[in-house]
Structure formats: structure tokens, C-alpha cells
């Protein structure tokens, strides 16, 4: 009776040690959110030479160089605020850490460009993702 009592809790035991495990290993192995998420997604309007749309609750700017639009993330790279389009730059009003149109560092303190964000017009919207 002992001994039966014994293997039952020795089966229990290592049972609950796999699940444990086939636990830990699910979630360290769990996929990550995809990067390219999709962040903003909007009608399409042309992007102004000049200057940027700008989607300040996406913290998104659209921004045209010539014939190529790209998306930057507006979250400074310094501590996090949200960063001002001019015409000519992109401007953290927290320290003054100056990007340009591409969000390349300027001016620090910021040390790291701008977050360059996929973007694509898809059946007349503005499709952002990253
Ligand atoms: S948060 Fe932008 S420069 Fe400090």
C-alpha cells in the first residue's frame, strides 16, 4: 500500500515537473510580437514636398525625399519624447536633439536615428507597420 502510495507521488512529481517544463520552454520559445505590426492606417493623401504628414497619436511621420516617402518613428531616441517636423528638420522639444529627414542624428543628445518604420500605399491608404 506504501509503495503504491510512494509511486503515485513520484508520478505526480515528475508530472508536474514536465508541465512546469514544457511550460518554460513554450514561453521562451513563444514567437515575439512580428516587428511589422501594424501601426498606423490611414486614407492616403499626398505627402507634401515640404514637410511631413504627421500622425502625432501614431507618433508617425510621413516624409517624402524626392519620388521616395518613408516613415519615422517620432519617439526621440534620447528619453523618449515626441519629436517636431519643420520643413528643413525633425526636433525633439525636450533637449534639442536635431534629426533630418531621414531621422539621422543631427545634434545630441541623442546618439541613435530616428526608427525608420515600413510603409505602403494598399488600395488608396497609408499602410505603416514596425
Ligand atoms: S528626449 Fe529628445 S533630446 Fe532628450
Redesign the pocket.
Known sequence: MEKSGRKRRNFIATLILALSGIWFFGAFFRPRLPSGKVRLDVSSRPVPAEGALVFRQARVALVREGEEIHALDLT??????T?AVTSSELV??????RFDRRGNVLQ???KQPLRRLTVEERDGRWVVAG
Open positions: 526621440c531616441t534620447h528619453l523618449g519624447c519629436v525633439c522639444p525636450c533637449h534639442g536633439s545630441g543628445p541623442a
